[in-house]
């Protein structure tokens, strides 16, 4: 057997293991946790520390928690700084994470493999130009993901979108927005769309971004966290945060964002308030 030849039947077995993995072997592992029964500790736990899922009627419950039970299946949790993980930790995250796929598919997440928890905020080194030296900047965050499917996340910031379900933070949503927004290889405010909806939420978005943007830089009251107006990304990230935080604020202050919001989501989060 010729070198060339070897190196095309590799080929040729690579892809159709890929295929068998992608199509065949994942699928069949997942109907096979589906049919685990969800425990009953886990449901509670779900009606404590994530408040949307109290108010959902049955049928969306049940699929909150198929996806849930396939996220903590599947998604490595890993504490941060002597910070321990256990069930209450995992099911807020998932539970809150989840929300987002809900009504989406759950292959949504199938990049996502691992979710780091620090206890509180913590510190990161970024390098920052100044002039022909380069420095190292400390910077605090509450969260932060990225395109190589992992998710860093504060607790005591997890824990006040359980606290305070209507406030215009939750670090959870925030993040794995971030992660949606990923799907199309990068962060820049749009997730994958295509057509008709592309273009309304390229309009709609570019106009509410822009908006808000010229509202903070005219030391106006902006309708958003100002911190949605320092990059696209953010402001998607922000935007979901809003939308199932306050979506009868957002709705009344942009409606066509929330229309848009609605369609990507594929939920009306009013319908559950």
Known sequence: MTPALAFALFSVAAVALAVFYLFFYRNWRRQRELKRPFPRAWRKLLKSQVPLYRRLPAPLKRELEQRVQLFLSEKNFYGCDGFEVDDRVRLTIAGHACLLVLARSYSDYDEVRSILVYPGA???????????????????????ASSFGQVVLSWDDCEH?????????????????????????????????????????????????????????????????????????????????????????LKEQQPGVYRALCDFYRLDPLEYR
């Open 122 to 144: 913590y510190y990161v080194s970024e390098p920052r130009q100044n002039g022909m030296v380069v420095d190292m900047e400390q910077q605090v965050r509450a969260g932060e």
């Open 161 to 249: 979108a359980v606290r305070a379900p209507n406030s215009d933070h939750n670090v959870i949503l925030h993040e794995f927005a971030h992660q949606l927004d990923y799907l199309d290889g990068s962060a820049d405010g749009a997730p994958p769309l295509s057509g008709e909806q592309a273009r309304r939420w390229q309009k709609t978005m570019s106009e509410a971004y822009g908006q808000l943007q010229q509202a903070i830089e005219q030391h106006q009251e902006s309708w958003l966290d100002p911190y949605g107006a320092t990059e696209p990304a953010e402001f998607f990230a922000v935007l979901t945060e809003t939308f199932y935080q306050q979506p009868g604020y």
